[in-house]
């Protein structure tokens, strides 16, 4: 608003002021990681944190991809992050860096990754922030939807060749078998339960199995209406066969894998992010 001008003597001595102390803290925020050089996201540079509460950006390829908060520890998120990132196709840890900032706690309150997404808009796009990459297992609920063509899980799906960490050859139950799995991998896998797995025996014949091959395995040793899906960002595994799924590109029943070919939508992502947390709807370290 323009002074308001004194018709009698010409002096200006009133107009609207206003004060955006969100956009100055984000600007300020903004301002401060730019001030930074970023870092290979690793376990080395990750493990110079200080357990404390801050936001972060992640890099690819030098671009900048995405920002989070981290409510309470910035080395256990960025982990979570390093974890996801080493279990999915086309798209290498070499490639990713980070910077971040440790904030006070009181100050998460006020959503400091949000103010860093507002202040980058209309500076470019933020991609990873709104394209599923923060986001937790969805619940059984959303297993049959359709991704976006530029969904996280379509662009960098889940890789099914990498070896399931800490699994070693011999026997176990399948229900053992089954926790195992899911510990020793860097991406979610949701199965049903049957109280006959607590005491069917089944044995891993060589260490370092990838998933493929213990999906494999695991798939005849189900009873026969019982099916494991790869969905582009998880698997799961429920008494469903032969029930298709959109997003899934590969099926194992009765000891095979069954290639598929997952569907996705052309149109661009328009899901928005839990309020508050900068998309990152997977679970801090709480």
Same mark, same amino acid.
């Given at each position: 608003?323009?002074?308001?001008?004194?018709?009698?003597?010409?002096?200006?001595?009133?107009?609207?002021?206003?004060?955006?102390?969100?956009?100055?803290?984000?600007?300020?925020?903004?301002?401060?990681?730019?001030?930074?050089?970023?870092?290979?996201?690793?376990?080395?540079?990750?493990?110079?944190?200080?357990?404390?509460?801050?936001?972060?950006?992640?890099?690819?390829?030098?671009?900048?991809?995405?920002?989070?908060?981290?409510?309470?520890?910035?080395?256990?998120?960025?982990?979570?992050?390093?974890?996801?990132?080493?279990?999915?196709?086309?798209?290498?840890?070499?490639?990713?860096?980070?910077?971040?900032?440790?904030?006070?706690?009181? !100050?998460?309150?006020?959503?400091?990754?949000?103010?860093?997404?507002?202040?980058?808009?209309?500076?470019?796009?933020?991609?990873?922030?709104?394209?599923?990459?923060?986001?937790?297992?969805?619940?059984?609920?959303?297993?049959?939807?359709?991704?976006?063509?530029?969904?996280?899980?379509?662009?960098?799906?889940?890789?099914?060749?990498?070896?399931?960490?800490?699994?070693?050859?011999?026997?176990?139950?399948?229900?053992?078998?089954?926790?195992?799995?899911?510990?020793?991998?860097?991406?979610?896998?949701?199965?049903?339960?049957?109280?006959?797995?607590?005491?069917?025996?089944?044995?891993?014949?060589?260490?370092?199995?990838?998933?493929?091959?213990? !999906?494999?395995?695991?798939?005849?040793?189900?009873?026969?209406?019982?099916?494991?899906?790869?969905?582009?960002?998880?698997?799961?595994?429920?008494?469903?066969?032969?029930?298709?799924?959109?997003?899934?590109?590969?099926?194992?029943?009765?000891?095979?894998?069954?290639?598929?070919?997952?569907?996705?939508?052309?149109?661009?992502?328009?899901?928005?992010?839990?309020?508050?947390?900068?998309?990152?709807?997977?679970?801090?370290?709480?």
């Amino acid at each position: 608003m323009a002074p308001v001008v004194n018709p009698d003597d010409g002096t200006r001595y009133h107009k609207e002021f206003t004060l955006s102390i969100t956009k100055a803290l984000g600007d300020q925020l903004a301002a401060a990681l730019d001030g930074l050089d970023s870092a290979p996201l690793a376990e080395p540079n990750i493990a110079h944190l200080k357990e404390k509460p801050g936001v972060y950006q992640l890099y690819l390829n030098g671009a900048f991809v995405y920002v989070g908060k981290a409510d309470k520890s910035l080395p256990t998120r960025l982990r979570q992050h390093l974890r996801k990132i080493s279990g999915r196709q086309r798209i290498s840890l070499d490639s990713m860096t980070f910077s971040c900032l440790y904030v006070a706690e009181d !100050f998460s309150a006020l959503a400091p990754e949000q103010l860093l997404i507002s202040h980058h808009k209309g500076k470019g796009d933020i991609p990873w922030n709104n394209n599923g990459f923060g986001n937790k297992d969805p619940g059984r609920q959303r297993d049959s939807t359709v991704l976006k063509r530029d969904h996280f899980d379509v662009l960098f799906p889940i890789d099914l060749d990498r070896p399931i960490e800490g699994l070693r050859a011999g026997e176990l139950t399948l229900h053992g078998l089954l926790e195992a799995v899911k510990d020793g991998l860097p991406y979610n896998f949701r199965y049903g339960k049957d109280d006959s797995f607590k005491s069917r025996p089944v044995t891993v014949p060589a260490d370092q199995m990838t998933a493929d091959e213990i !999906f494999q395995l695991i798939s005849a040793e189900i009873p026969d209406k019982w099916q494991i899906t790869a969905l582009m960002g998880y698997v799961i595994m429920y008494d469903d066969s032969p029930r298709p799924y959109k997003s899934a590109w590969r099926y194992y029943r009765d000891g095979r894998r069954i290639e598929s070919v997952a569907e996705a939508d052309s149109a661009t992502i328009v899901e928005t992010e839990p309020p508050g947390d900068g998309g990152d709807a997977e679970a801090d370290e709480e």
